[in-house]
């Protein structure tokens, strides 16, 4: 997979290279990053790529001209067909499923916004998705890009030591994770769940899909309502609850 991102501040993405999955993955070689910044393609004498909006008000607006000077550049390196995702607060909100589809792209491009944003023209010719990472408002794409470039790359093959790591979490099976616990045994008189010194995998397994079943109808019920439980998830959840229950009446 190769990732490009047009940006502004291409200092603070560039971060990516040196730390974590990310940087492991780059180093690897099973995916590329490149930074492109649109300054380097303006025609303004000060390398200006924004400008007041029309109609007034307050801010200034990326312009066309410099950002799809840039995107030729992007895609004459990359693909022609390479996806442009705009990374913006009035795209779609972000899912683990989306992540995964959009991994799925052999050439993604992704546009960081700044100030009020980018003229919408550039958008309505060039840009082919938008996706927000919430529903709120940063100060630009980069953090976005940055969120949805550490997302994709640790759903690739090979890029988790473990390839089920990245299967097991939060949102993949329409499930939060269970909860998880390290040595030692009893830490401030707090023990780890006894099901999971058993060495029994049965047994642990089950305890883990009973948690995860559990939190997820405690604390993203909107998550609960889109699964389709099967006999046994529904019984373990039935337990969980009892056993939540017999712990608040102690
Ligand atoms: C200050 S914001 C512009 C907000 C825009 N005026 C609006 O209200 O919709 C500047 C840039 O940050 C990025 N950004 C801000 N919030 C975001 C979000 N929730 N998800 C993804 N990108 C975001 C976008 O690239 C955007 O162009």
Redesign the pocket.
């Known amino acids: 997979m190769r990732i490009d991102v047009i940006t502004l501040f291409p200092e603070l993405v560039v971060t990516m290279r040196d730390h974590g999955v990310v940087g492991r993955a780059l180093r690897e070689k099973l995916v590329d990053l490149e930074l492109t910044n649109p300054r380097d393609f303006s025609k303004d004498a000060n390398n200006r790529v924004d400008d007041r909006p029309y109609g007034g008000g307050p801010?200034i607006v990326?312009q066309y001209a410099p950002l799809a000077k840039t995107l030729e550049h992007v895609k004459s390196i990359s693909s022609d067909k390479a996806k442009v995702v705009?990374?913006?607060?009035?795209?779609q909100r972000?899912d683990q499923a989306a992540v995964r589809n959009l991994s799925q792209c052999s050439n993604l491009i992704l546009?960081?916004?700044?100030?009020?944003?980018?003229d919408e023209r550039f958008i309505e010719a060039h840009v082919d998705e938008e996706?927000?990472?919430?529903?709120?408002?940063?100060?630009?794409?980069?953090?976005?890009?940055m969120?949805l470039i550490d997302a994709m790359v640790r759903t690739l093959p090979g890029v988790l030591g473990d390839d089920q790591s990245a299967e097991q979490e939060s949102f993949e099976n329409g499930l939060l994770d269970c909860p998880h616990y390290s040595r030692p045994e009893i830490v401030d008189g707090r023990e780890v769940p006894k099901e999971l010194i058993t060495g029994d995998h049965k047994k642990i397994a089950s305890w883990r899909l009973k948690q995860a079943l559990g939190r997820t109808y405690t604390r993203r019920p909107d998550l609960m309502e889109l699964k389709n439980l099967s006999d046994q998830e529904q019984q373990l959840l039935n337990e969980y609850l009892v056993e939540v229950k017999a712990k608040n009446e102690r």
Do not use: K
Not at 86 to 91: A, K, R
């Open positions: 801010g990326m705009y990374l913006s607060p009035q795209g972000l546009l960081c916004g700044r100030y009020e944003g980018i996706w927000s990472i919430g529903d709120y408002v940063i100060s630009g794409g980069e953090l976005a890009s969120v």
